[in-house]
């Protein structure tokens, strides 16, 4: 059984641009044409297996996060099937489900619910999140006084205590310094040894390399090369490079 | 949708402190704002209406105006922040895996933490007026939950029309400006002539407080006919609205 298939998933987005408004209803109603829409994604087939890590390499806009929001369950695809067999957790941006005006201490409880852990899970993990996010000192004060890297350590901390299956990130890896972007990594890799299943987005190709057996490219939605890690990254890198020679 | 394997309870309390803390950590006064409106407005109205007009029933008349203040304010003021719940949560619903159905009943039960403020000035008003606690008071958490769950299930279905349509936020605010006149806030019951008394038979925010003036000021039970009232209009409210919302949700994401 996957840990995370998809099957020729298509998924559009109608184009708005925030006309939401009652005479634009109608007008579509009277006129009984459909919206048109934009392909984020087109027919990408992969399958990750139980313990394996997978990377997602593009450019922006190749459809890497419609991806990882897929698979967590937040969008649904237009066609095509999507089979989760485990507990995702997902970092799929920095601050989502924070508020700048609560504590860090109530961020954390805040996110540990939003993340599904239960009252008496959170608080008896409580003390672990702090230790790993290394915010301590800064639990009573708000999040806006934050750093962007200190708000990702504690995000980041939430996540990884909540159990996961299937660690989902998007692109968030790099916010912190150096010391914590090691302790991610060790994290990660400590994930990996138990056996838990990952998919990575970044533009970060090192990272990719060093993290994950296998890795697929994504380009205006649509699955360009799908492979081992390493040759991925270095066809994804010579594609640029033939792309920029091109341009100019 | 996958199903969110969490606690509700525990993720909705979360949801109720934070909208309560930001709320009134920007406050000086903190609590006190919760207390000054609805007694601003029992001034105002007890002035115009007891004095300038001259009503009869003027010797408790400060709070009859306030059994009438304190369902509507709960009423306007829920129904509206949890018709935009949905859209003003948009960072939580695209961003993290939570049942989007939590994010309205929490943005309605955030309002009763003013609402209990509130209610505890009423009964210290009754209190004043030498009417001490009755049996009868045991009805007012029960009419109060029926009351709050109506206000849920309107809140489902407003909210999650709101995404495709924005200007039912308009709608409800209008709607609630129209609907401070057509409470019996400042009036009894009473004086309405008969051949509109069908405006008021189907309107759950009278029935509670219509039920509260029975409660706490002529200190009976409320009549039979209000408790059903009140009961099938939370039963059909969450019926309802929980479908609509239901049979939206799973476009939202791409709409808001």
Same mark, same amino acid.
């Given at each position: 059984?996957?840990?995370?298939?998809?099957?020729?998933?298509?998924?559009?987005?109608?184009?708005?641009?925030?006309?939401?408004?009652?005479?634009?209803?109608?007008?579509?109603?009277?006129?009984?044409?459909?919206?048109?829409?934009?392909?984020?994604?087109?027919?990408?087939?992969?399958?990750?297996?139980?313990?394996?890590?997978?990377?997602?390499?593009?450019?922006?806009?190749?459809?890497?996060?419609?991806?990882?929001?897929?698979?967590?369950?937040?969008?649904?695809?237009?066609?095509?099937?999507?089979?989760?067999?485990?507990?995702?957790?997902?970092?799929?941006?920095?601050?989502?489900?924070?508020?700048?005006?609560?504590?860090?201490?109530?961020?954390?409880?805040?996110?540990?619910?939003?993340?599904?852990?239960?009252?008496?899970?959170?608080?008896?993990?409580?003390?672990?999140?702090?230790?790993? &996010?290394?915010?301590?000192?800064?639990?009573?004060?708000?999040?806006?006084?934050? &750093?962007?890297?200190?708000?990702?350590?504690?995000?980041?901390?939430?996540?990884?205590?909540?159990?996961?299956?299937?660690?989902?990130?998007?692109?968030?890896?790099?916010?912190?310094?150096?010391?914590?972007?090691?302790?991610?990594?060790?994290?990660?890799?400590?994930?990996?040894?138990?056996?838990?299943?990952?998919?990575?987005?970044?533009?970060?190709?090192?990272?990719?390399?060093?993290?994950?057996?296998?890795?697929?490219?994504?380009?205006?939605?649509?699955?360009?090369?799908?492979?081992?890690?390493?040759?991925?990254?270095?066809?994804?890198?010579?594609?640029?490079?033939?792309?920029?020679?091109?341009?100019? | 949708?996958?199903?969110?394997?969490?606690?509700?309870?525990?993720?909705?309390?979360?949801? =109720?402190?934070?909208?309560?803390?930001?709320?009134?950590?920007?406050?000086?006064?903190?609590?006190?704002?919760?207390?000054?409106?609805?007694?601003?407005?029992?001034?105002?109205?007890?002035?115009?209406?007891?004095?300038?007009?001259?009503?009869?029933?003027?010797?408790?008349?400060?709070?009859?105006?306030?059994?009438?203040?304190?369902?509507?304010?709960?009423? $306007?003021?829920?129904?509206?922040?949890?018709?935009?719940? =949905?859209?003003?949560?948009?960072?939580?619903?695209?961003?993290? $895996?939570?049942? &989007?159905?939590?994010?309205?009943?929490?943005?309605?039960?955030?309002?009763?933490?003013?609402?209990?403020?509130?209610?505890?000035?009423?009964?210290?008003?009754?209190?004043?007026?030498?009417?001490?606690?009755?049996? &009868?008071?045991?009805?007012?958490? =029960?009419?109060?939950?029926?009351?709050?769950?109506?206000?849920?299930?309107?809140?489902?279905?407003?909210?999650?029309?709101?995404?495709?349509?924005?200007?039912?936020?308009?709608?409800?605010?209008?709607?609630?400006?129209?609907?401070?006149?057509?409470?019996?806030?400042?009036?009894?019951?009473?004086?309405?002539?008969?051949?509109?008394?069908?405006?008021?038979?189907?309107?759950?925010?009278?029935?509670?407080?219509?039920?509260?003036?029975?409660?706490?000021?002529?200190?009976?039970?409320?009549?039979?006919?209000?408790?059903?009232?009140?009961?099938?209009?939370?039963?059909?409210?969450?019926?309802?609205?929980?479908?609509?919302?239901?049979?939206?949700?799973?476009?939202?994401?791409?709409?808001?």
């Amino acid at each position: 059984m996957p840990a995370l298939r998809f099957d020729d998933v298509t998924k559009s987005f109608p184009h708005h641009a925030g006309r939401m408004l009652l005479r634009d209803r109608i007008r579509e109603w009277m006129r009984g044409a459909p919206r048109q829409r934009f392909e984020a994604l087109k027919d990408v087939s992969f399958e990750l297996a139980p313990g394996e890590s997978l990377g997602v390499i593009g450019a922006n806009g190749a459809g890497k996060s419609t991806l990882l929001n897929l698979a967590t369950g937040l969008a649904r695809p237009d066609s095509g099937r999507i089979e989760v067999n485990g507990r995702v957790g997902a970092l799929l941006e920095l601050g989502a489900g924070f508020h700048p005006d609560l504590t860090g201490a109530e961020n954390l409880r805040l996110n540990a619910a939003l993340n599904g852990l239960s009252r008496r899970e959170t608080a008896a993990r409580f003390e672990e999140i702090v230790e790993f &996010s290394g915010v301590r000192e800064f639990l009573d004060e708000p999040l806006r006084t934050y &750093s962007a890297g200190m708000g990702m350590r504690l995000a980041f901390s939430v996540l990884v205590h909540t159990d996961p299956d299937i660690l989902l990130i998007d692109e968030v890896i790099g916010v912190g310094d150096q010391e914590f972007s090691l302790k991610c990594l060790e994290k990660i890799r400590q994930f990996q040894r138990e056996g838990k299943t990952i998919l990575l987005a970044t533009h970060g190709l090192e990272l990719i390399t060093s993290l994950c057996q296998r890795a697929i490219w994504l380009d205006r939605g649509r699955v360009v090369q799908a492979g081992p890690a390493h040759s991925v990254a270095a066809a994804y890198q010579a594609g640029h490079a033939t792309a920029m020679s091109t341009a100019f | 949708m996958r199903k969110w394997r969490g606690d509700p309870l525990f993720l909705i309390q979360n949801l =109720v402190l934070k909208d309560f803390r930001i709320r009134y950590r920007n406050m000086s006064l903190g609590i006190l704002w919760s207390l000054l409106n609805p007694l601003v407005m029992m001034a105002v109205l007890t002035f115009i209406f007891g004095r300038v007009f001259g009503n009869p029933k003027s010797a408790t008349f400060p709070l009859f105006v306030l059994c009438g203040l304190v369902p509507f304010n709960f009423f $306007s003021g829920a129904l509206q922040s949890g018709t935009t719940s =949905v859209i003003e949560g948009a960072g939580l619903i695209k961003r993290v $895996s939570v049942p &989007s159905t939590v994010v309205p009943i929490a943005s309605v039960l955030s309002n009763c933490v003013h609402l209990l403020i509130q209610l505890a000035l009423v009964l210290a008003l009754t209190l004043l007026y030498h009417l001490p606690p009755a049996p &009868s008071w045991l009805w007012l958490p =029960v009419l109060w939950s029926l009351f709050i769950v109506f206000v849920c299930g309107l809140a489902l279905g407003a909210s999650a029309i709101n995404v495709f349509i924005r200007d039912t936020r308009y709608v409800v605010e209008s709607f609630n400006l129209v609907l401070f006149w057509l409470v019996p806030i400042f009036y009894s019951f009473t004086i309405i002539p008969p051949k509109y008394v069908v405006l008021y038979r189907f309107n759950p925010v009278a029935a509670l407080v219509l039920a509260m003036r029975d409660i706490l000021i002529d200190r009976h039970p409320p009549a039979g006919s209000i408790v059903v009232n009140m009961a099938i209009a939370a039963a059909v409210s969450a019926i309802l609205g929980g479908a609509i919302f239901a049979r939206l949700k799973p476009r939202f994401y791409d709409y808001i």
